[in-house]
């Protein structure tokens, strides 16, 4: 697990992993404002007989989830954060649209009012394909709350106006991973109630109280975990502070600085000093 944290020109900016995009869809719909842009998704579930991936707009239709498609045109193809057509939907739907029955590998989104225009769409496309990739996104867009952008369905990079949104975030990648720990100790058995973790990890295992990811930030803006000691009853997960954002080649340090307890039995997580 990875966390970091950064504000810039009044919008904070989150890199972490590891989790699906479908695994945050109810906490970046929470913050939307009306409805969502889905600006680019690419992925190996949907394939035509040419074993070429289907456009956004048949995947929601598949899905049975209502739309709006406005095309872009070939001058995005290419372009990174964009496809060849966008998706307009309620905010409401985004969860049923990430349902967890398909996986994106590439996905980016941001909200928009629910009036929003052709020529809005176009001019938004626009800013977003010509920014700099360092850049703050949300800068150009006052009405926008949240941009994500999913790599590998794995990664996570968003940025954010809700102050609220980065610990929810955080609290959901400790619960992530202590379900995903359980789930493998219990092979998806029933055994403790544990069945289904890997479809709904949060509605089985409770997340932590916003005290918790508050308090890691509070004390360092870059965080690392590693699974500790694992039992049907108890999880830990070990945390190391960072001085600067996670890399892949970054190893865990040999000593972490905070353990993360989650007690299954009462439902309750603790911070305490690693031993």
Known sequence: MSFSLREAEGVWEVTAGAAQAGELADLLAAVATSAVAVLSLETNSYMDEDWQPLPPSLIAADLGVP??????????????????????????????????????????LIDVPADVTSDQLDELALVLGTTDVDGVRLSHFEDSRIWFSGHDDCYVWLETRDPALPAAILARLLTLMAASA????????????????????????????????????????????????????????????LSTPWRLNVPFPQQADLTATLDVCDGTWRITPAQ
């Open 67 to 108: 739309c709006t498609v406005h095309p872009l045109g070939s001058w995005a193809s290419g372009t990174y954060g964009l496809a060849d057509e966008l998706l307009v939907m309620d905010r409401g739907l985004l969860p049923r649209f990430l349902d967890g029955s398909w996986s994106p590998y590439e996905l980016t």
């Open 182 to 241: 359980l789930a493998e100790l219990t092979e998806l058995t029933e055994l403790t109630d544990l069945s289904g973790l890997a479809e709904s990890p949060s509605a089985r295992i409770p997340e932590p109280e916003p005290w918790l990811p508050e308090q890691l930030i509070a004390t360092a803006p870059h965080w690392i975990g590693a699974l500790g000691h694992v039992t049907e009853g108890l999880v830990t997960i070990k945390l190391a502070a």
